[in-house]
């Protein structure tokens, strides 16, 4: 196996990865944790769906979420919030793999009405990488 990682910063490390012959790319992803620059970690998503044509997983906690359903606390999530996510996924052609087990990845750890979950962690995946292996999930 090749690994080759590429241009990273704060938001990201990319990589394309070589095994058996054939090439696909890796994006780990930290999402912003700032909601007011979070569009920033949107905006590199959308850079770096630009640069190849890969089969491509991108992975990693986006510290938002897609859905209503994947939070649990007592304040809603604005749906703006929500719809930065959704919107990203759209543009880079991005399908969700979804998600096996408890269903929030990420616990304050506090009790009563303070008490907030949230599904933050996922892996993204695009056509071409869903094509190689169609079985994931």
Not at 41 to 64: I, K, S
Request: hydrophobic share 35%.
């Amino acid at each position: 196996m090749e690994v080759t990682v590429r241009p990273w910063c704060q938001y990201y490390i990319d990589a394309m990865i070589v095994s058996d012959g054939v090439s696909f790319r890796f994006t780990g992803i930290y999402g912003e944790p700032c909601v007011e620059k979070r569009t920033k970690t949107w905006e590199v998503l959308r850079y770096r769906r630009t640069q190849d044509d890969l089969p491509w997983l991108c992975a990693g906690d986006f510290n938002e979420i897609l859905d209503s359903s994947e939070y649990f606390g007592a304040h809603d999530r604005p749906e703006w919030q929500m719809e930065g996510l959704r919107q990203c996924e759209d543009d880079c052609e991005l399908l969700d793999l979804g998600y096996q087990g408890v269903p929030f990845t990420w616990d304050n750890m506090q009790h009563d009405n303070t008490n907030v979950k949230v599904r933050l962690d996922r892996f993204l995946v695009n056509p071409a990488m869903m094509s190689m292996f169609p079985s994931s999930f």
